[in-house]
């Protein structure tokens, strides 16, 4: 074998290493990027699986028992958050009771998931604007996070007070 195709051997071989390390790269970006989709998913469903849980609640504390009429009746949005004696969300009345609540959820096989929800009072006019003073309009805030997603996920939905008259 002479010099040039001992050349062309290692030329060809060195191609072959750099298209291999290409395709190795393009395939873990891919299987990263599909990863990363499957644990958004599941924190997305497990966002809106605690919101639907905690709408399944009263409003207030104090619209439990008796329709209210007026803002005043309200809890006021220092006092948002569980009662005395409502230390899970089993035992939990109201909507704000899931206010500053936190967990992990670890009933995923694949990941563990940490959960955070904040409930506040947001003005009717302007629902990314939270309130200092009561109103007939709540937002629960919902995150999620897991050391296997890039990114947080964060989903709110807003809660009005209202009866039938």
């Known amino acids: 074998m002479g010099m040039g195709q001992s050349l062309l051997t290692i030329a060809a071989m060195m191609l072959l290493s750099v298209i291999s390390l290409r395709m190795n790269a393009a395939i873990f970006l891919s299987q990263d990027t599909s990863q990363n989709s499957k644990f958004g998913l599941a924190a997305i469903s497990l966002a809106t699986s605690q919101i639907e849980e905690a709408s399944r609640l009263a409003f207030d504390e104090n619209s439990i028992d008796n329709p209210l009429s007026a803002v005043a009746y309200l809890t006021s949005s220092g006092l948002l ?67 296997f997603m890039r990114d947080t996920i964060s989903i709110s939905s807003i809660f009005s007070y209202w009866t039938f008259r």
């Open 81 to 147: 958050g569980k009662e005395t004696g409502e230390s899970t969300p089993d035992l939990y009345d109201d909507l704000d009771d899931y206010n500053n609540y936190t967990t992990v959820d670890s009933s995923q096989i694949s990941a563990v998931f940490n959960v955070w929800m904040r409930v506040s009072y947001v003005n009717g006019n302007a629902l990314n604007s939270v309130s200092a003073v009561p109103t007939w309009h709540k937002k629960i805030t919902v995150k999620v996070a897991s050391p």
